[in-house]
């Protein structure tokens, strides 16, 4: 039985973290694999802002500018594979 909310987000992780190790077997195409991976980090760093640093609680506009951080880091990293590709 699950204690409190930091139980239930520390299995999310080992689910995600399994998800993005699974990946490379399961998904041929490497674009949607580097789509996938990232997407998979950004609901890791997603879990971990709202119950790890304990923002669930927080006002919707911190919540908001961490997500939007975080999916500003994975756009950035997005932009540096496909730069890769054209060089």
Same mark, same amino acid.
């Given at each position: @039985?699950?204690? +409190?909310?930091? +139980?239930?987000?520390?299995?999310? %992780?080992?689910?995600?973290? #399994?998800? =993005? %190790?699974?990946?490379? $077997? $399961?998904?041929?195409?490497?674009? $949607?694999?580097? &789509?996938?991976?990232?997407?998979?980090?950004?609901?890791?760093?997603?879990?971990?802002?709202? +119950?790890?640093?304990?923002?669930?609680?927080?006002? @919707?506009?911190? *919540?908001?500018? %961490? =997500? =939007?951080?975080?999916?500003?880091?994975? &756009?950035?990293?997005?932009?540096?594979?496909? #730069? *890769? #590709? %054209?060089?």
């Amino acid at each position: @039985m699950l204690r +409190d909310r930091l +139980d239930l987000a520390w299995l999310q %992780l080992l689910g995600l973290a #399994a998800a =993005t %190790l699974a990946a490379p $077997l $399961l998904v041929p195409n490497r674009w $949607l694999l580097n &789509a996938l991976v990232l997407s998979l980090a950004v609901a890791k760093g997603r879990v971990i802002v709202l +119950d790890y640093l304990g923002l669930r609680q927080a006002p @919707m506009l911190w *919540r908001g500018l %961490l =997500t =939007t951080w975080l999916a500003g880091l994975a &756009a950035f990293a997005a932009l540096a594979v496909a #730069a *890769r #590709a %054209l060089v």
